[in-house]
């Protein structure tokens, strides 16, 4: 089964959440991207938390854009999601090398940084960009969503993502949740869910019960008592097709694909977002050479035809001023 992302109501009508279950989303990112043990825990919680925040704010064929820079080792990280459980990301570093804390536990916040920026672009059909932005507090990213929710959008919020890794590297478990407070919360509800918070087994535990997503709710809202209003299928982005990178491959200038065939006999596309790998062999890159060799003749051809428009029109100038 794909993994889910629930979305409920509490029945007071006090708070709405979302909880998602991703640990095959994150094994599978892990794998295409061919990261470590410490870049495998940073992407996959970066990947869960802008989809469950793309899930609490956008609606319709809206997607955003999330750019988190820590200054930590790890670079850059970039997600993107949509509003139908896609979801895609890239850290600049994937190979870092593990960081641990006093506890000997992987030090996220060490490796993502928190003195940077956070930014996310939302894009919406038939309008332009909005692009709100905050500052990094923790770097352990889940801190990072929930203070850009509560100052950026001045929505009351916490978001709780994590990442469990097995001893030999592989994703054991991978979750998060977002609680938000409704205009009827009161004081004495806002701390009940504090207290909570506070007492929530970890993640990876609640994960291995059999209900999923729902064990999480129940853990922060307590069993029954919310209703479930919508149930997201999440997965990563489809990966473009060889043939869309060929077509990018045929907006590089003529001499560029012939140092291709030349130099190297080939070359190798990696995917920014899917890090999956394509492989043009020589004679698939002549192909393509020999349809932009025609394009850059058609368009010599079009600029010498103007020249001599041009030309022609200035002597026709000249013989009118005599």
Same mark, same amino acid.
């Given at each position: 089964?794909?993994?889910?992302?629930?979305?409920?109501?509490?029945k007071?009508?006090?708070?709405?959440?979302?909880?998602?279950?991703?640990?095959?989303?994150?094994?599978?990112?892990?794998?295409?991207?061919?990261?470590?043990r410490?870049?495998?825990?940073?992407?996959?919680?970066?990947?869960?938390?802008?989809?469950?925040?793309?899930? *609490?704010?956008?609606k319709?064929?809206?997607?955003?854009?999330?750019?988190?820079?820590?200054?930590g080792?790890?670079? $850059?990280?970039?997600?993107?999601?949509?509003? &139908?459980?896609?979801?895609r990301g890239?850290?600049?570093?994937?190979?870092?090398?593990?960081?641990?804390? #006093?506890?000997? =536990?992987?030090?996220?916040?060490?490796?993502?940084g928190?003195?940077?920026?956070?930014?996310?672009?939302?894009?919406?059909?038939?309008?332009?960009?909005?692009?709100?932005?905050?500052?990094?507090?923790?770097g352990?990213?889940?801190?990072?969503?929930?203070?850009?929710?509560?100052?950026?959008?001045?929505?009351?919020?916490?978001?709780g993502?994590?990442?469990?890794?097995?001893?030999?590297?592989?994703?054991?478990?991978?979750?998060?949740?977002?609680? $938000?407070?409704?205009?009827?919360?009161?004081?004495? $509800?806002?701390?009940?869910l504090?207290e909570?918070?506070q007492?929530?087994?970890?993640?990876?535990?609640?994960?291995?019960?059999?209900?999923?997503?729902?064990a999480?709710?129940?853990?922060?809202?307590?069993?029954q &008592?919310?209703?479930?209003?919508?149930?997201?299928?999440?997965?990563?982005? *489809?990966?473009?097709?060889?043939?869309?990178?060929?077509? =990018?491959l045929?907006?590089?200038?003529?001499?560029?694909? $012939?140092?291709?065939?030349?130099?190297?006999?080939?070359?190798?596309?990696?995917?920014?977002?899917?890090? &999956?790998r394509?492989?043009?062999?020589?004679?698939?890159?002549?192909v393509?050479?020999q #349809?932009?060799? &025609?394009?850059e003749?058609q368009?010599?051809?079009?600029?010498? =035809? #103007? #020249?001599?428009?041009?030309?022609?029109?200035?002597?026709?100038?000249?013989?009118?001023?005599?």
């Open positions: 089964m794909a993994d889910q992302l629930i979305k409920v109501i509490t007071d009508e006090a708070f709405r959440a979302f909880a998602v279950d991703g640990t095959k989303l994150v094994q599978e990112a892990a794998s295409s991207h061919e990261t470590s410490l870049a495998t825990v940073v992407l996959g919680r970066a990947l869960l938390a802008t989809e469950i925040l793309a899930q *609490a704010t956008l319709g064929e809206e997607r955003l854009n999330v750019k988190m820079a820590g200054r080792p790890i670079g $850059q990280i970039v997600t993107e999601a949509d509003t &139908k459980g896609a979801v890239y850290v600049s570093n994937p190979e870092i090398e593990p960081i641990v804390n #006093d506890d000997n =536990q992987l030090n996220v916040a060490g490796a993502v928190n003195n940077g920026s956070f930014q996310v672009t939302k894009f919406a059909p038939y309008s332009n960009p909005y692009i709100g932005q905050s500052i990094m507090v923790s352990e990213i889940g801190d990072d969503f929930t203070y850009y929710l509560t100052h950026s959008e001045q929505i009351p919020s916490v978001i993502v994590g990442v469990t890794m097995n001893p030999d590297n592989t994703v054991k478990a991978a979750g998060g949740f977002l609680v $938000q407070a409704l205009p009827g919360a009161s004081d004495d $509800q806002l701390t009940g504090n909570k918070l007492k929530m087994p970890a993640l990876a535990t609640l994960l291995g019960n059999k209900k999923g997503p729902l999480i709710l129940d853990a922060i809202l307590g069993e &008592k919310y209703s479930q209003l919508q149930s997201v299928s999440i997965g990563l982005a *489809a990966e473009p097709s060889k043939d869309a990178y060929a077509a =990018q045929a907006t590089l200038p003529s001499h560029e694909i $012939q140092a291709m065939i030349d130099e190297d006999g080939g070359a190798e596309v990696r995917g920014k977002f899917s890090g &999956k394509h492989q043009f062999s020589a004679h698939e890159l002549d393509i050479l #349809d932009v060799l &025609k394009r003749a368009q010599k051809n079009e600029e010498a =035809q #103007d #020249d001599d428009s041009d030309a022609a029109n200035s002597a026709d100038e000249k013989n009118k001023l005599c």
